[in-house]
């Protein structure tokens, strides 16, 4: 008899749990507002019928966007570089300073695998001090190495091939380094400052020499004694790279439906998006609701 009972039980419970883990898409939700053009700044009320255990508001903004729940990389976008040089002290020569650039550089900061991956010289697109401080090298577009997302380090070079005396030989000041991604609107992103490139320098030749990291520049020493061959790279940079947006949790299972308020800053056009969920720990269903906002100036 016992037996009998425990077995009922058990079943009652497996048809119990069986039932609570299941679940029914919430499709009476629904998400209204009281019209559909407003003006920058202007609060939106947003009305809800129906009932759901969760729900996930996106704006459509910037970061906010439905569409993009999934991206990791943008595509469009202009990559830029910009330093300023300065060549100081003895007679200008520029075959001894190089910039680099390598998608292929491990990401291991050694001597083996600087060596190892390849260097695309660049040198001659920038425009570098003969002898004028903070000469600016002019915008370097250099959208052809982050294709396919790739991602990229600078390096600058500084190798000398003749030993030449303090009153001949020069040496090289980077006094600024800005890389910028720059989108189809014309807005920019910082990637790489000379305050944040995270610079490693290393040596191959003339121990007794290698660049000097400042905060505010970066400087090449001159070797009177023996060849030079240094280098100092950036840290690896992705410049396609990009968060997936979120969305901004408005209820949870524990909550009541809101009164939900939002803004807009920016005119515009803006698909907003309710994610509205039941779930259990088994199981989720969800529905979504789309409005068509326009924002006017």
Known sequence: MNKILGILFAIITIVSCTKRDRVDAPDDFMAFTDKHVYRVGDTVSFRFTGGSDNIVFWSGK???????????????????????????????????????????FSGVYDSASIRAATWINITDRATWSSGADQTPSGELVLDEFVKGNKSLVFAFQYKTTVVKPITLQNRWVIRSFDLNSRNPAGQETSLLTMGTAGW??????????????????????????????????????????????????????SGKMPDFKAAYDEPGIYKVVFEATNASLKESKKVLRELTLIIEP
Not at 79 to 88: E, G, M, P, R, T
Not at 227 to 250: K, M
């Open 200 to 253: 490693a320098r290393f040596n191959f030749a003339g121990d007794s020499t290698n660049w000097e990291i400042f905060a505010p520049q970066i400087i090449s020493m001159r070797n009177l004694t023996e060849l030079d061959d240094d280098w100092i790279l950036t840290r690896q940079v992705r410049p396609n790279a990009v968060a997936p947006d979120r969305g901004e949790a408005i209820k949870n299972i």
């Open 62 to 104: 910037e970061g906010n966007n439905y569409d993009n729940r999934s991206r990791t990389e943008v595509e469009g976008n202009t990559l830029a570089l910009n330093f300023k040089s300065f060549s100081q002290f003895g007679e200008v020569d520029k075959s001894i300073i190089r910039l680099l650039v390598s998608n292929d």
